[in-house]
């Protein structure tokens, strides 16, 4: 669900008096619902992978994931949304290769995609069909040059 989405919800539900939704649906929403669809899948997969490989991380990444997407609200969920953007968006932070997405490639997707979001919530620059399509070339072109140069000489 879009950032956007999120907090016209949040402050829907917390508002007293007569409720009303102004909230207006536009497709950048859609984009960006779309990056948080793959974010949880990326981390599904690594939460998957650590199961069977490194019990002790799994449990740590198990909690994280729950603390983010384990909720039962839309501000606990903004909340999440929010740790996210700022993780991915931060240089300093090194949680992002060590416990999340070790792969440079899946890293580099993850920064990129945070960027996009934080750029639609914080700058007003909605998320387009030409930027999503950069994000997605330029992740599958780094996809394909890195397994063409894992390829041993013969």
């Not at 536009?26 to 669809?37: N, P, Q």
């Not at 997605?136 to 780094?142: A, K, M, P, V």
């Amino acid at each position: 669900m879009s950032v956007g989405l999120l907090a016209a919800l949040e402050s829907h539900g917390n508002a007293d008096g007569p409720r009303t939704f102004n909230f207006q649906h536009k497709l950048s929403h859609d984009f960006e619902s779309l990056i948080w669809v793959i974010i949880y899948a990326m981390t599904i997969r690594r939460k998957n992978t650590l199961a069977t490989t490194n019990p002790s991380k799994y449990a740590k990444y198990k909690e994280y994931l729950d603390s983010i997407w384990g909720v039962h609200s839309y501000g606990r969920l903004l909340l999440g949304h929010d740790s996210l953007v700022g993780t991915g968006c931060s240089r300093l932070r090194t949680i992002v290769e060590e416990l999340w997405f070790p792969d440079p490639l899946e890293a580099e997707f993850f920064r990129a995609a945070m960027r996009l979001v934080r750029s639609q919530a914080q700058d007003g620059e909605p998320i387009t069909y030409e930027k999503m399509q950069s994000l997605f070339r330029t992740y599958i072109r780094n996809e394909k040059q890195a397994s063409v140069s894992a390829v041993p000489p013969e």
